[in-house]
């Protein structure tokens, strides 16, 4: 029988070297492993139970000391036999080298693996699908020993990545959904020329990018600028979701015929960039199929017209600075407009009162995601009125307004049981 095995950070984040040796006991033939945020874990005590798992499809250990000895262990190179006081029974493996049949592999922000091991598992791993990377040091040399022709979704933000090892990736897995190169700092605008040379010798081969591209999710910064994005163009058609991050240069031009660049966009992030409040609110009104909008930090001159052109189908919204402006009766025009938000993510409108935390306690009660930020004086009656959102999982209070009681939180618990993440000051 093929266990699952779920790790929660906010749960399990103390879990122990000596808690993963009653899973051996008594899971035998796990398949899927979510260690996320398992602080605690160390890499040789989990070299020991992964040495155990012999079905390994799914491998999640996100912020955890996965190092050099838990990729030998997954691999089974190793011949070194262990024992530990913590293991009672004395638990000895002799590896053996097996063929490595991962399909999901997560390691972001794990800074105890260095760049050879990395480089050493994911070689190893040609059938993976999901692989995450973030955070990473690691660069092209480790790209290029990926074999792999069936990635799905691959995360490379924060690492030293350049469009070589980029284009290498692209180059031989066309059904790639989902990439986020966000943060990589030595992707030049080169990359354009080396995405154009890849799509243009697989038009060759009659495997050309253009009709069997399935990429949906693109996020990009650093090098990324309207030469790369036309040169990504032909294999954008299906692209829903798109992030400009920290280093990124589009046009006004490019963003404003965005709809017709990409006319499946439901998703938009923008961070960091310099657009005008005119090109802005073009953005807007042609992208009137768009879901889910994200605005931060943005160099752009917004007005009250932007809740005007907002896309009507929007289910999650966030705007961070550039909003000061914002009044009671804006968060009532909005609230008129959208009522099928379910996320909002509010910093910096230092405007708002707790008229406005009224009207979204009453107007928006399947709300699941709410974050205030330096909202002027939202809770200075208190919170209490958020209650009546049942559905509510993430709330954060932050910074607008005293008032919130002293039980609030153990009121919050009790009044809405769906919450799992709760922040106030």
């Not at 493996?93 to 972001?108: G, P």
């Amino acid at each position: 029988m093929s266990f699952t095995v779920f790790c929660f950070p906010c749960f399990f984040g103390l879990m122990p070297d000596s808690d993963l040796y009653l899973l051996t006991r008594y899971c035998l033939n796990l398949s899927t492993i979510n260690f996320g945020g398992c602080s605690q874990l160390t890499d040789k005590g989990l070299s020991i139970f992964l040495s155990s798992i012999r079905n390994l499809t799914k491998l999640q250990v996100p912020y955890t000391a996965f190092g050099r000895l838990s990729v030998n262990a997954v691999l089974g190179f190793s011949c070194e036999q262990h024992s530990d006081e913590l293991w009672s029974d004395k638990i000895q493996s002799d590896f053996y080298t097996r063929e490595c049949a991962l399909a999901t592999l997560d390691l972001e922000g794990c800074l105890n693996i260095d760049r050879d091991s990395i480089s050493q598992l994911i070689k190893e791993a040609p059938l993976l699908e999901n692989l995450n990377l973030g955070f990473l040091s690691l660069d092209d040399s480790t790209l290029l020993c990926f074999s792999g022709t069936s990635l799905n979704n691959l995360n490379l933000q924060e690492t030293q990545v350049t469009e070589y090892g980029i284009a290498h990736i692209l180059k031989w897995n066309q059904h790639l959904n989902s990439l986020n190169i966000r943060g990589c700092k030595k992707i030049t605008s080169a990359l354009a020329f080396k995405i154009s040379d890849t799509i243009r010798k697989q038009d060759a081969l009659n495997i050309g990018m253009a009709e069997t591209s399935t990429l949906k999710c693109l996020a990009a910064g650093w090098g990324f600028t309207d030469s790369t994005f036309m040169a990504l163009k032909p294999s954008l058609r299906h692209l829903q979701s798109f992030s400009l991050g920290l280093g990124s240069r589009i046009s006004e031009c490019v963003l404003s015929n965005l709809h017709e660049i990409l006319p499946q966009l439901e998703d938009l992030s923008l961070v960091f960039q310099a657009i005008s409040g005119s090109c802005m609110l073009d953005l807007l009104k042609h992208g009137q199929a768009l879901k889910r909008l994200e605005l931060c930090h943005c160099f752009v001159e917004l007005s009250h017209e932007i809740i005007h052109v907002m896309p009507t189908a929007l289910t999650s919204l966030r705007l961070e600075r550039g909003i000061e402006w914002m009044t009671d009766a804006d968060i009532e025009l909005l609230v008129s407009k959208h009522q099928t938000l379910t996320s909002l993510y509010l910093t910096g409108c230092k405007n708002l009162t707790p008229r406005s935390l009224e009207t979204i306690s009453k107007s928006w009660q399947a709300m699941t995601y709410l974050t205030l930020k330096e909202c002027g004086t939202m809770t200075l009656n208190g919170g209490g009125c958020l209650f009546v959102c049942k559905a509510l999982k993430h709330l954060t209070l932050q910074h607008s307004g005293a008032g919130l009681d002293k039980d609030f939180v153990k009121c919050a618990l009790v009044e809405v049981t769906a919450n799992q993440l709760l922040k106030t000051n």
